[in-house]
């Protein structure tokens, strides 16, 4: 599964896809999101990434349980997505980035 979200390889972050259906920087973002709530022991009931005629590309993550997380955890778990368009070079949308520090 991991391979094809991060299959066919591009030189444009911004044009990269996860197969042929779904833009891989929403893919990455999600994933982030449910790989650190499921690590942080958070139950995760559902990924989802989708298209609207009206909004374009959405995603999100649902999950239950967060909230006997210390707030750093949540804080953790809140900027998952975007730690994961970073470290897999597949931002969702141009112009928001976000560093890593010490990458």
């Not at 979200?5 to 994933?31: M, N, S, V």
């Amino acid at each position: 599964m991991l391979a094809q979200l991060l299959e066919p390889p591009c030189t444009d972050p911004y044009a990269r896809w996860c197969g042929e259906r779904y833009p891989q920087g929403f893919c990455c973002h999600e994933a982030g999101h449910a790989v650190v709530a499921f690590s942080l022991g958070v139950r995760v009931v559902a990924v989802s990434v989708f298209f609207t005629e009206k909004e374009g590309w959405k995603g999100y993550t649902k999950t239950e349980g967060t909230d006997h997380l210390p707030w750093k955890d949540q804080i953790m778990l809140h900027i998952a997505g975007m730690a994961a368009e970073e470290f897999f070079n597949c931002p969702k949308t141009h112009g928001h980035r976000f560093t890593i520090a010490g990458r």
